[in-house]
């Protein structure tokens, strides 16, 4: 009958069958994309409703996403701000792009990015964890400077004799004599990309466009206190609850905890 009316047999047995379970699948992925802060794509939607148990394309998903207005953060046009001046120091970039590596602290990674606080720029720093991409330091202040990179430091949870290098991009911020003392007192090799190559820094930087698209682009905060209390939540949300693709979609503390496992075994 499909063939003599022309029609695809699609038409007749399968459309019914999803129509049955549209609005739980919609109210799942209503969820887990308000869950994610609005952050998460198709794909990592897909990988949430598979461990649920549903069988969805991505276009589907995305069908469901437009109906519904659900915009990822990812999809908003960013815009650049003015760039400082290049630490020239002669030092040597021993990471060597070389962004796998196999265990906890072996290199740690840092960038700084602006927030806006009540109309005026306040700044954030990061203390990355190459090995499974957990924000084990964070600062907020009112400068850019190294004041900020040092508090972030203090934030870390771990002993720092154990991070054996810090990679970084050129910023003057990272060339003080607070941080080349801190990084002298407990032994931590420095590590600069080379002038005007992100590709040095590739995966950070790749790291850190998630931090600034998702907690800080296209936001203004109440106050400063209300800036560090939201960054402290996203940096738990971010360590504990946030997928990430480079991690087989494990969380970064899942995946430390599952690769540690892995070892002991």
Request: charged content about 30%.
């Amino acid at each position: 009958m499909c063939k003599i009316l022309k029609i695809n047999r699609s038409l007749v047995y399968y459309e019914p069958k999803e129509k049955s379970c549209d609005s739980k699948l919609e109210n799942e992925i209503i969820t887990i994309f308000k869950n994610s802060r609005n952050n998460y794509g198709t794909r990592k939607i897909k990988k949430k409703l598979d461990k649920k148990g549903y069988q969805v394309s991505r276009r589907r998903i995305g069908r469901i996403m437009r109906k519904y207005g659900l915009v990822s953060s990812y999809t908003v046009k960013q815009y650049k701000i003015h760039t400082s001046k290049c630490n020239e120091e002669k030092v040597k970039n021993i990471v060597n792009r070389e962004f796998d590596r196999e265990k906890t602290l072996e290199v740690v990674v840092s960038d700084l990015t602006y927030v806006n606080v009540k109309g005026k720029w306040n700044y954030i720093c990061i203390l990355l964890d190459l090995y499974n991409r957990e924000i084990i330091g964070y600062a907020a202040g009112k400068n850019k400077d190294a004041d900020l990179v040092y508090k972030a430091f203090t934030r870390i949870q771990y002993p720092l004799e154990d991070i054996e290098i810090l990679h970084t991009d050129r910023g003057n911020e990272f060339k003080n004599k607070l941080i080349d003392g801190l990084l002298t007192t407990f032994n931590i090799n420095r590590s600069l990309s080379k002038k005007g190559c992100p590709y040095d820094n590739a995966v950070a930087e790749a790291a850190f466009k998630v931090v600034k698209t998702e907690f800080a682009f296209n936001r203004i905060f109440g106050s400063f206190e209300e800036l560090e209390y939201l960054l402290f939540d996203y940096v738990n949300w971010y360590n504990n609850h946030r997928i990430h693709g480079s991690l087989d979609y494990l969380t970064p503390v899942d995946y430390r905890i599952l690769m540690s496992d892995k070892k002991v075994y």
